[in-house]
T-cell receptor, first 115, second 113 residues
Framework: AQTVTQSQPEMSVQEAETVTLSCTYD???????LFWYKQPPSRQMILVIR??????QNATENRFSVNFQKAAKSFSLKISDSQLGDAAMYFC????????????FGKGTHLIIQP | KAGVTQTPRYLIKTRGQQVTLSCSPI?????VSWYQQTPGQGLQFLFE???????NKGNFPGRFSGRQFSNSRSEMNVSTLELGDSALYLC????????????FGEGSWLTVV
């Protein structure tokens, strides 16, 4: 079974600084997708960024970028120029490429932004 | 366009009762999946439906069931509620093509007393 591990239960960063959230996963599949979701206090899951395993290029969405290391099964999220609105729980998630599987989530990282 | 809509948003049930939660996916999305979020177990996949057929199911007892209608709307049902079923239930939808992005609703908060 696939597993997703987020080793940082909580991270704190100063506003405008850069922070990196870690995620590792375990799978025997070659075709899969990785995601970072943000869950603010409202509890709605918001997609931050996605990465297809077959793509070598790291995904980027504005201030958010990933460092995808397929051989190491690592998928970290970098948030540049942190803003107060970035404060939330961040979940790393995996989905096999077959299409029918659900998402496997990590336990989450609580990100605190210090003003 | 409208996002994933879940109803009701909050509900309180008594142990032993049953509950039905509803989810309307984003227009054009044919796949609906359900997740349970608890402080202890985190986010866990319940099941996924596509074109009215259950395609996959997570490791949950048979008390948890679901269905999908021809308009892609979905319901999940939990029978014989237990205290441990208290959770945030999240519905998500996607178009159904392999690999595309999953979008979540705001969730239904279920408290079992």
């Amino acid at each position: 079974a696939q597993t997703v591990t987020q080793s940082q239960p909580e991270m704190s960063v100063q506003e405008a600084e850069t922070v990196t959230l870690s995620c590792t996963y375990d799978t025997s599949e070659s075709d899969y997708y990785l995601f970072w979701y943000k869950q603010p206090p409202s509890r709605q899951m918001i997609l931050v960024i996605r990465q297809e395993a077959y793509k070598q290029q790291n995904a980027t969405e504005n201030r958010f970028s990933v460092n995808f290391q397929k051989a190491a099964k690592s998928f970290s999220l970098k948030i540049s120029d942190s803003q107060l609105g970035d404060a939330a729980m961040y979940f790393c998630a995996y989905r096999a490429g077959g299409g029918a599987d659900g998402l496997t989530f990590g336990k989450g990282t609580h990100l605190i932004i210090q003003p | 366009k409208a996002g994933v809509t879940q109803t009701p948003r909050y509900l309180i049930k008594t142990r032993g009762q049953q509950v039905t939660l509803s989810c309307s996916p984003i227009s054009g999305h044919r796949s609906v999946s359900w997740y349970q979020q608890t402080p202890g177990q985190g986010l866990q996949f319940l099941f996924e439906y596509f074109s009215e057929t259950q395609r996959n199911k997570g490791n949950f007892p048979g008390r948890f069931s679901g269905r999908q209608f021809s308009n892609s709307r979905s319901e999940m049902n939990v029978s014989t509620l237990e205290l441990g079923d208290s959770a945030l239930y999240l519905c998500a939808s996607r178009t159904g093509t392999a690999g595309n992005t999953i979008y979540f609703g705001e969730g239904s908060w279920l408290t079992v007393v």
